[in-house]
């Protein structure tokens, strides 16, 4: 059975950054693209960034782009979104996501 477990997510003042990680076990890491999705409060669930399985090739949506980077480790079967000039429209909880299994979530607070 494949899980997906997020971590790093947390509170950080406006321009802040945070790394989040995403560990998958359970399936085949390195055969799938890796995505991030996140939910802000009152809001629909939003792509926020892909990577292809090999890790050269990533798209972000247009509200993260030169801000957040998406990479991944096959060797230790985990995905990183890093995250940074983070501002308050950022806050949300950001899910990793691989072949249609999805992560409990991990909330991201984006304030003073």
């Known amino acids: 059975q494949v899980q997906l477990v997020e971590s790093g997510g947390g509170l950080v003042q406006p321009g802040g950054s945070l790394r989040l990680s995403c560990v998958a076990s359970?399936?085949?890491?390195?055969?799938?693209?890796m995505h991030w999705y996140r939910r802000a409060p009152g809001k629909q669930r939003e792509m926020v960034a892909t990577?292809?399985?090999?890790?050269?090739?990533?798209n972000y949506a247009d509200f993260v782009k030169g801000r957040f980077t998406i990479s991944r480790d096959n060797a230790k079967n985990t995905a990183y979104l890093q995250m940074n000039s983070l501002k308050p429209e950022d806050t949300a909880v950001y899910y990793c996501s691989q072949n249609h299994y999805w992560g409990q979530g991990t909330q991201v607070t984006v304030g003073s």
């Open positions: 359970g399936g085949e890491f390195s055969h799938y693209n």
């Open positions: 990577i292809s399985v090999n890790g050269i090739s990533a």
